[in-house]
C-alpha cells in the first residue's frame, strides 16, 4: 500500500514523451470567461505552499500575471521542500 501511494506522485507521462500512454482528458469544455485565472504549475509550487497561501498570491497580485508568477516562485523558494527540485509555473488571465 505504502509504495503505491508513493508511485501515485510519480509523474509516469509527460509531454515528449514517445508512446504516451496516459493522457487525461476532460470531454466536457471549461467555458472561461473574462477574468478567469489559469495557473499551470508543477509539484514544486503546491507541495511547497498551501492552497490558501497560492490563492492569496493570486488574488493580490491578478492584474500583473508577470508579477503574481513571480511571488508564487519566490514564495515557493523561501518554503521550499528540500525534496523539491525545480518549481515551473505558468499564469494565464483570461482578457
Known amino acids: ?30 467555458k472561461l470567461k473574462s477574468d478567469d485565472i489559469i495557473i499551470l504549475c508543477s509539484d514544486g509550487l503546491y507541495k511547497s505552499l498551501s492552497d490558501v497561501q497560492i490563492l ?6 491578478h492584474r500583473n500575471m508577470d508579477v503574481c508568477v513571480d511571488r508564487l516562485v519566490s514564495m515557493a ?19
Request: glycine content about 6%; aromatic content about 4%; proline content about 2%.
Open 77 to 95: 523558494c523561501e518554503c521550499v521542500n528540500k525534496k523539491m527540485d525545480n518549481t515551473t509555473v505558468v499564469g494565464i488571465r483570461i482578457c
Open 1 to 30: 500500500y505504502e509504495n503505491e501511494i508513493k508511485r501515485g506522485k510519480a509523474l509516469i507521462s509527460y509531454l515528449g514523451m514517445e508512446k504516451l500512454e496516459l493522457v487525461d482528458i476532460n470531454d466536457t469544455p471549461i
Open 56 to 61: 492569496d498570491i493570486i488574488n493580490e497580485n
